[in-house]
């Protein structure tokens, strides 16, 4: 990779930011921002983006917009304030980064699909779930055809950090039963390949047309198979029991989406990792540095 750019990462102490940051800063070009501004971090709130100091994006610079209001529960709760964030204040922020000819890639989500049953790629027609998705799918709109701007459409992200994998091991310490909803159906992606394929687009953008992309594993995987893995690879004492969740819950989300991810597979220069092989690289991780297993 040159050295003629900057990468810049909106949300760098956010989960997904996090590691696109500290992969960045190891090739000794990586900003980060943060809401509050804090340590090393450029303060940027995306309900206030004309705040920011946009002379220091230059001309071919990368801004990756991971930052969002992401639950997809406060996007419905608090409809005005995650659309001032999501919507209008990241519309702004990439109006202004793109004007100044620097490249926008924008972490969207595979709930912009809605609920599909069916394998489908990138051609897909969408039909957001939620109001999350509806923020997501009004910002790749808003920039569609336009040359500096690619979205990438992500599915659940699987890390030893995720959320799902937090709870069934605070089950576990705690003794507790981890309660599992079903049906509830994504194409889990390994954190790693993500960062990887975001670097893989970042050093081929030009030679990549496509303006979305979709980043999945190769496999549909349910809650339930991703906490049977977990248990036999990691977390050998977790319990759990599968229930439905209640109506609402759908109301914001999928029940299944089963997103297939061809253009990830050929960034990456090989298939994404499937479930066990991220769990198991992922835990080896976790034992390496001290985990508990």
Known sequence: M???????????????????????????????????????FLPLRLDAPEDFDYRLIKRGDLVIVAAAVSSPDLCASEFDRAWAVNVTGSSYFIQRVIDRRARVLFLSSDTVYGERESD?????????????????????????GEALFKAIRLSHVFSHKDKVTHYLARCVARGEE??????FLRAIVHLDDVVDGVFALAASWDDVSAHVLNFGG????????????????????LRFTVTEPHAEF????????????????????????????????????????????
């Open 2 to 40: 040159s050295d003629d750019f900057t990468w810049l990462i909106v949300g760098a102490t956010g989960y997904i930011g996090q590691s696109i940051f500290t992969a960045a800063v190891r090739y000794g070009r990586g900003l980060g921002t943060s809401s509050s501004g804090m340590g090393n």
């Open 250 to 293: 759908f109301k914001n989300r999928p029940r299944v989406i089963a997103m297939k991810s061809p253009l990830f597979a050929k960034l990456l220069g090989r298939p994404p990792r499937t479930l066990r092989e991220a769990v198991q690289f992922e835990f080896a991780i976790d034992r390496a540095q001290g985990g508990v297993s």
């Open 218 to 237: 190769p496999k549909i995987v349910s809650r339930i198979e991703f906490a049977e893995c977990i248990r036999e690879v990691h977390l050998r004492e």
């Open 120 to 144: 489908f790629d990138e051609t897909g027609a969408c039909n957001p779930a939620g109001n999350y998705a509806q923020m997501k799918r009004a910002v790749e709109q808003r920039f569609a």
């Open 178 to 183: 981890a309660k599992i909803f079903h049906p």
